[in-house]
């Protein structure tokens, strides 16, 4: 498991701010905590208008690569600003995101191709998030279809099945489980990553329902996961989770972390 | 998913001083408890010596069902002690346990078979648990078939994969997994059930562990877990799986959990 950090993201008001105020201790903080509890990649959001998304996504490139060395998630709709940050990166990036919208498809999946970026694909196309398994692997086979005939190999896709929220459908647990299962099997080298939190959107202690969803997706497939490396309820349930799945050797992660004094309960939810 | 309240086990200390000193007042608060934290059954073992346990047993089958009107289960490898507490049950009770072990299946079978009893089967027999998936289904299909062959309806079965010890063997998660996968789907009307702490003997902050197993084990068709009701832990653990796996019907559950205080998180672990 290879958790992306989420938490440079301009529509969060503190790094809205932060972006438009320059003010590059809070992001490298932000940036170097992520680093420190475990995130692989950094999601890099501006979250600006489209006219200066450029400037602020390259902005944030530069002063997060200045203080860890870790891949960005460049994490824009907008090819200008993607086009442009692609050209600051250290590492290859991965795009967050393509979809089957007609317009992502034009606008992004050529500079993927080009600059050879990896890439999280959504479940998501001009009709929206299709309701069930089958018509969401429909369009997955689509896009990642689509996406290996301009030469991005299955390695550097990374799926992105999008949850739902359980409050409006009950069923979103289980349709997201099935078809980050379908998706693995059917393409062993793809990635699956998702978000960890829409699932408990209008429910109380929303914790305690990401964590058993995290625990749940990391069975179904979940590799990539999007969230908070710094959220301790949350790395239990993911630390637990290798463990109880006989993934973490010797349990070496949970009994470093246990040390570390990371599994404490907090005092509060 | 129906609860089989643990506490009350003669191989507990507090336990055992309160059957040998016979304070009913001890036991049966440990029954009023569980039944209100939501125990479906009541685990009912009196670890005494073989002559002793029909006499214990049976007092404490009378006095719980002084104060709680839920069925039993009666935890025994002692065929006298199971027969003598047979008689006074008020609902048919649950016998734990039979296994494929000779003696077992001599001097239990009979038993459950005459008294229309629903019985515990371990995957265990004179050799031991067996190491991998294969073979331990090769010996719970050979059990449930004799069950079966003596009239024991699968609805009847409750059969419990024995959890091993992750500390000593990194696949343990995912046999028992397997193993729940492969029973609930080869006998779709048996129950499955299991202890849910063995699995992290050994490690540290075990009930992290075990919240994490037992969501996982909730997937894979876990209904009749043998736990403590009253662990608050746990209690998270098992209402947010059935949320996220879509068994509580509007979250009705959880949220009512959540007006009763019980989602706050505990102080410590």
Redesign the interface.
């Known amino acids: 498991m290879k958790i992306i950090g989420e938490k440079i993201n301009g529509t969060r008001s503190q790094v809205k701010k932060a972006v438009a105020e320059r003010d590059t201790a809070f992001i490298q903080t932000l940036a170097k905590n992520q680093v420190e509890a475990g995130a692989f990649w950094l999601d890099v959001n501006a979250g600006t208008a489209p006219e200066r998304e450029p400037e602020d996504l390259v902005w944030l490139v530069n002063i997060v690569q200045e203080v860890v060395d870790v891949p960005l998630c460049l994490d824009s709709a907008n090819p200008a600003a993607l086009s442009e940050a692609i050209k600051h990166v250290r590492h290859t990036p991965l795009i967050n995101s393509l979809s089957g919208e007609k317009k992502r498809m034009e606008g992004i999946l050529p500079l993927v191709s080009s600059a050879g970026c990896s890439v999280i694909a959504l479940a998501l196309d001009d009709k929206g998030i299709p309701a069930n398994v089958e018509d969401r692997l429909t369009l997955i086979r689509r896009v990642v279809g689509e996406l290996k005939n301009k030469g991005i190999t299955e390695d550097r896709i990374y799926v992105d099945p999008l949850v739902m929220t ?2 409006s459908n ?5 349709i997201a ?1 099935k078809t980050m299962q379908a998706v693995r099997s059917e393409f062993p080298n793809a990635h699956i990553t998702c978000g960890a939190s829409n ?1 408990s959107f209008g ?3 929303r914790t ?2 990401n ?3 995290l ?2 997706a990391l ?1 179904a497939g979940l590799d990539t996961p999007i969230l908070d490396p710094m959220d301790r ?1 949350l790395r ?2 993911w ?3 290798e ?4 993934r973490d ?3 070496l992660n ?2 470093r972390a ?1 040390r570390s004094g990371l ?7």
């Not at 599994?263 to 939810?269: D, S, V």
């Open positions: 359980i409050a009950m069923e979103a647990g289980q489980m699932i429910l109380p202690v305690i329902i964590q058993a969803f625990t749940l069975y309820e239990k349930a630390l637990s989770a463990v109880v799945l006989g050797r010797h349990c949970y009994t246990y599994l404490e309960q907090a005092a509060k939810a």
